[in-house]
């Protein structure tokens, strides 16, 4: 039990540091504005896009909150993972940079599975606790 809250707690700390906290100190940025720019995405799609990054981090790094929410998060970022990848290759094609969505597709993946792996299906407060 203890290895999987510890993988539970890693992915999800990794999913909430990029989408959540480097979203919010990035979304502005003059690069992350090119980006979308770049795809052809629309400047309220970024914004909107963006808190809801921030809004699901928080979801799913957050104990307390209820299951059926974070089941909705991961949901939302399983999507959002999916279509950047597909933007990516649509605009670039296929090429290096459609791997990195996929790999935070992947460890969002361990993290779910890790998730019902725990008792009831709810994150303990600390991964080291027995």
């Not at 059926?68 to 990516?88: C, D, H, P, Q, T």
Request: proline share 5%; aromatic share 14%.
């Amino acid at each position: 039990m203890k290895k999987t809250k510890i993988i539970y707690w890693v992915t999800t700390t990794i999913i909430f540091l990029w989408e959540g906290l480097m979203t919010a100190l990035t979304f502005n940025a003059q690069i992350a504005k090119d980006g979308f720019q770049h795809l052809g995405y629309p400047e309220y799609f970024r914004v909107m896009l963006s808190l809801f990054c921030i809004i699901g981090s928080i979801v799913l790094i957050v104990p307390a909150i209820p299951g059926r929410l974070k089941e909705w998060a991961y949901v939302g970022f399983g999507i959002n993972f999916i279509s950047a990848a597909v933007s990516l290759w649509a605009v670039d094609g296929f090429g290096a940079q459609i791997l990195f969505p996929l790999v935070l597709l992947g460890i969002l993946a361990v993290s779910y599975v890790q998730y019902h792996k725990l008792p009831n299906g709810k994150e303990p407060s600390s991964a080291l606790s027995s």
